[in-house]
């Protein structure tokens, strides 16, 4: 008989609105400047058209440190673990995840300029701004003051991210 894995190990899954889920770790990513990553499976419901029933399914998603934490006497050493790379804009499809930073001036306070991040092709966003892709789009929301753009739903698509 074939030596078999051992199952991934569970940990806590926080959602937007409060909720506390458990999901299974599947592996683990670092990006090169230390960020981390968590490939997270979470036990979901999905309706099968052909049959008019629900079944279980299984849903995987990336999840921040604040999004997915450990489970205290949860061993975690068997997770694999994976240098993450960033990846350039794609401009191929029309379902790509792509932003640009929008630079607004001071405001009458005398502050700083000011950061809006918008989806690649909402019409605030500047037209000659470079697109970045969704990791440097979180850094230049992470600068004091950064907002996402609502009206192109950058708030919604990034939102749960920072």
Do not use: N
């Amino acid at each position: 008989m074939p030596p078999t894995d051992p199952p991934p190990p569970p940990v806590r899954v926080f959602l937007p609105d409060g909720q506390e889920l458990r999901g299974l770790l599947h592996a683990r990513g670092q990006f090169p400047r230390g960020g981390w990553m968590y490939w997270v499976a979470l036990p979901m419901w999905a309706d099968v058209p052909e049959t008019e029933t629900v079944e279980p399914r299984e849903y995987r998603v990336w999840l921040t440190a604040e999004q997915a934490r450990p489970i205290q006497g949860v061993s975690y050493d068997q997770v694999p673990t994976h240098p993450l790379q960033r990846q350039a804009p794609t401009t191929e499809g029309t379902d790509r995840w792509a932003w640009k930073v929008q630079r607004t001036g001071p405001g009458k306070d005398g502050r700083a300029h000011r950061f809006v991040v918008h989806v690649w092709d909402c019409p605030q966003a500047p037209a000659d701004a470079s697109e970045l892709d969704v990791f440097s789009a979180l850094e230049a929301l992470a600068v004091p003051g950064a907002v996402a753009c609502s009206e192109c739903s950058a708030d919604v698509a990034l939102g749960p991210l920072t």
